[in-house]
T-cell receptor
Framework: GAVVSQHPSWVICKSGTSVKIECRSLDFQATTMFWYRQFPKQSLMLMATSNEGSKATYEQGVEKDKFLINHASLTLSTLTVTSAHPEDSSFYIC???????????FGPGTRLTVT | EDQVTQSPEALRLQEGESSSLNCSYTVSGLRGLFWYRQDPGKGPEFLFTLYSAGEEKEKERLKATLTKKESFLHITAPKPEDSATYLCAVQTGPPAGGYQKVTFGIGTKLQVIP
């Protein structure tokens, strides 16, 4: 149980284009989803927290107009990196938690490379 | 500001050599402390949640404990397959459904040598 998937697992895009990453909870309802980014040899940095049907709460320093988050249902959240630049290249990981616990279950991550 | 510090940053053990990883934290309103295992290029894998001081949880060769200031992840007789980065995270905020703040430590990279 508690399986979270992400799609795509890796993506290469050109500078200036937008990329959408999907995060799905496959066997439970995720009331809250989290988006992280992780640079090589560093820990996870929380970007934003989203609750189903509500606007996402962004961490300080994260541009909400650049990283668009949509949590339209209890099983799906999307992160869109708009007008991507090489410095946005990173490992993006989502996680989800259900209504009855605080545990977060992580997806496998998406490797984004912007050329 | 919530802070999570893990030590050591890297640990090399011989197979069968038990040891402990430390996670010290400074937060207001702790909701839970989590331990995760992360393999290179993959998302973290959930291991344990600890909610209150004195709580302990075990899973195979791993045992997590919690005090008011820190948590330990004890590894008993580790095997090479236990090699990974172990992450500690603290969660603060209201119950699920409201804004939740999660802060991760930088992790301890464990290498177990056969």
């Amino acid at each position: 149980g508690a399986v979270v998937s992400q799609h795509p697992s890796w993506v290469i895009c050109k500078s200036g284009t937008s990329v959408k990453i999907e995060c799905r909870s496959l066997d439970f309802q995720a009331t809250t989803m989290f988006w992280y980014r992780q640079f090589p040899k560093q820990s996870l940095m929380l970007m934003a927290t989203s609750n189903e049907g509500s606007k996402a709460t962004y961490e300080q320093g994260v541009e909400k107009d650049k990283f668009l988050i949509n949590h339209a249902s209890l099983t799906l959240s999307t992160l869109t990196v708009t007008s991507a630049h090489p410095e946005d290249s990173s490992f993006y990981i989502c996680s989800a938690s259900g209504v009855s616990s605080y545990e977060q279950y992580f997806g496998p991550g998406t490797r984004l490379t912007v050329t | 500001e919530d802070q999570v510090t893990q030590s050591p940053e890297a640990l090399r053990l011989q197979e069968g050599e038990s040891s402990s990883l430390n996670c010290s934290y400074t937060v207001s309103g702790l909701r839970g402390l989590f331990w995760y295992r992360q393999d290179p290029g993959k998302g973290p894998e959930f291991l344990f949640t600890l909610y209150s001081a004195g709580e302990e949880k075990e899973k195979e060769r791993l045992k997590a404990t919690l005090t008011k200031k820190e948590s330990f992840l004890h590894i008993t007789a580790p095997k090479p397959e236990d090699s990974a980065t172990y992450l500690c995270a603290v969660q603060t905020g209201p119950p699920a459904g409201g804004y939740q703040k999660v802060t991760f430590g930088i992790g301890t990279k464990l290498q177990v040598i056969p």
